[in-house]
């Protein structure tokens, strides 16, 4: 069995992000995923923090990887590899972007050729399907919510640029779409290939790209192989997210400029209509084994309010239509996505995927209190996995709160104590006789990533990482309604830069110390379970942390006594 994720769209790309860090935290022993990025506009700035993520991770796991096939340090103090240790997966990254910048593509009226032939009649039959604005917009920074289009424009961007690989050897060595399309071919013919599909209901890509993906997955592994595959191979399941953000309307300047413009007022609209269809439709009903629908019955976090509040940013009064601008902070229900994607691939057998004939429905009911009219959302950790496995002493729950804190916990002490930097850490931990040999490189990567994960300082000001970001998504959230954290770990923005508290207030046992007590408590605790360690790499670093942290007992507010 081999899996593979498609993330589609701008939403698809941010839940891939909390898939990529939900395999970080070790949730998904001993899985390997292919991953496709599927976006039509090249400069998104998801795409971009989607792609700089996969990179770092990649860094890190395959480091951990090749040293744990070679003999390491096996003194006093090494810790052993266990299930669920950190970047434990390999995961491979591809991404296929529609070429629309070509004056022959940017517009459906030139990519469907109306003017060729009788042209009249052309325009005529185009009329009966779209409206003219729909037909003459911009494709650069994507479908604008006009899924009848992107559904249309997507199938046929898969199915040529294959077509177009298996054609000719020189296409075929540029493309990034037939070595994942040859995945599933060869995945298909050892026995079954998992293929699970993230994106929304209610925006461009994504909700063009969910419609129409297993029979463009489908069509495009025929090519490949002229027509020899077998279908009841490929099980397919998708994450559908209906609408949980709005933004600001476009003025009526902007709508006359860009003719179509995507209008959150409209989202749920689109849901609604989307979710009509697949209950619906044959094709869909026949191929996807599940749907995940996650929903948000609750206030929709205002995109223009939530990133001006965490990065100061102004869009000057413009709706924004894609690009790198198009950079929205993470959410909490993409962080919920992940946990289906890793249900799809662990939870099902062979057998049990192969025995549904019509596509089932799954969704996940979270709690809440009532705060006067309003329903408050909380989320504990057992709301986001909803299998029962586990290892002998902990609910998968419970690794997955050990997991979380203890690489965030990580993340907080470089920040701390270290200026963000891995080799500062290194440094000290030198004079205890611990002594951790990394490259260049792959402290590169661990700085990148957990400064992702945590904050970044920038002209002063801290910049909330993907983690607080989630934290900030749930609105009023200081008595625990994020996974039970406090306030003063998670609240960045708060924090007093020469004394920040968000590592000492992670854990009980370090709350009622004073930041350098803590990290007093720290290192007694690390030198006490790893007293030595001579050349030790990066595999053995992560494994060492995560046990020295773990050892602590997490600070964490129970939300439903609220």
């Known amino acids: 069995m081999k899996n593979f994720l498609i993330a589609a769209g701008g939403t698809g790309m941010r839940c891939l992000q909390s898939f990529v860090n939900m395999c970080s935290m070790g949730m998904l022993p001993g899985e390997s995923v292919s991953v496709l990025i599927l976006e039509t506009d090249i400069e998104n700035g998801d795409k971009k923090n989607s792609e700089n993520l996969m990179r770092w991770y990649k860094t890190i796991s395959e480091s951990s990887e090749q040293e744990g096939k070679g003999k390491v340090d096996s003194g006093e103090g090494a810790s052993k590899a266990k299930e669920y240790d950190f970047f434990g997966n390999k995961l491979t990254l591809r991404v296929f972007v529609p070429d629309y910048s070509q004056d022959s593509k940017r517009r459906f009226t030139l990519i469907s050729q109306l003017e060729k032939g009788d042209s009249t009649l052309n325009r005529e039959l185009a009329d009966q399907f779209y409206e003219e604005g729909v037909q003459e917009f911009d494709l650069m920074h994507g ?123 409209f989202f749920k609209h689109n849901s609604a209509a989307a979710l009509m269809y697949y209950i619906k439709d044959k094709t869909i009903l026949n191929t996807y084994k599940t749907f995940y629908l996650l929903g948000w019955p609750f206030t929709d976090v205002d995109v223009d309010v939530y990133k001006n509040k965490l990065k100061g940013e102004g869009d000057g009064g413009k709706t924004i239509t894609g690009g790198k601008a198009q950079e929205n902070p993470a959410h909490i229900l993409e962080f919920m996505s992940a946990f289906a994607a890793r249900h799809f691939f662990v939870q099902f057998d062979g057998k049990t995927l192969e025995s549904i004939h019509s596509t089932e429905v799954r969704n996940k009911v979270v709690p809440y209190n009532m705060e006067g009219e309003n329903r408050k959302p909380y989320f504990r950790f057992d709301d986001l996995v909803s299998d029962k496995e586990g290892n002998k002493n902990s609910k998968i729950e419970d690794v997955l709160a050990s997991n979380l804190t203890a690489l965030y916990g990580f993340a907080q002490i470089l920040k701390t104590y270290y200026g963000g930097k891995i080799s500062n850490l290194l440094e000290n931990l030198m004079r205890y006789n611990i002594q951790y040999n990394l490259s260049g490189v792959e402290m590169e990567a661990v700085d990148g990533y957990l400064n992702y994960l945590s904050y970044e300082v920038q002209d002063g000001k801290n910049i909330p990482g993907w983690l607080p970001q989630m934290w900030y998504s749930l609105a009023d959230n200081e008595k625990g309604e994020f996974l039970g954290f406090n306030a003063n770990s998670m609240d960045v923005m708060k924090a007093d830069a020469s004394n920040p508290k968000f590592f000492v207030n992670l854990y009980t046992q370090l709350k009622k110390k004073g930041v350098k007590k803590a990290e007093h408590v720290f290192f007694n605790r690390y030198t006490k379970l790893v007293p030595s360690r001579k050349d030790g790499k990066l595999k053995d670093l992560l494994l060492d942390v995560k046990m020295v942290l773990s050892s602590f007992e997490i600070a964490l507010i129970d939300p439903s006594a609220n």
Request: hydrophobic residues 40%.
């Open 143 to 265: 479908y604008r919510a006009q899924t009848h289009l992107g559904s249309y424009l997507i199938y046929h961007a898969i199915i040529e640029e294959l077509k177009l690989a298996v054609e000719s050897d020189l296409h075929r060595q540029s493309s990034t779409l037939f070595p994942f399309m040859s995945e599933i071919v060869e995945a298909n013919k050892a026995g079954e290939a998992r293929v699970f599909v993230v994106g929304s209901s209610f925006g461009g890509t994504g909700a063009s790209a969910i419609p129409v993906m297993s029979r463009a997955i489908s069509d495009g592994a025929k090519i490949l192989v002229d027509g020899a595959i077998k279908m009841e191979n490929i099980r397919f399941g998708a994450v559908i997210l209906t609408p949980y953000f709005k933004f600001k309307p476009p003025s009526k300047e902007h709508k006359k400029k860009e003719k179509v413009i995507a209008d959150s007022q």
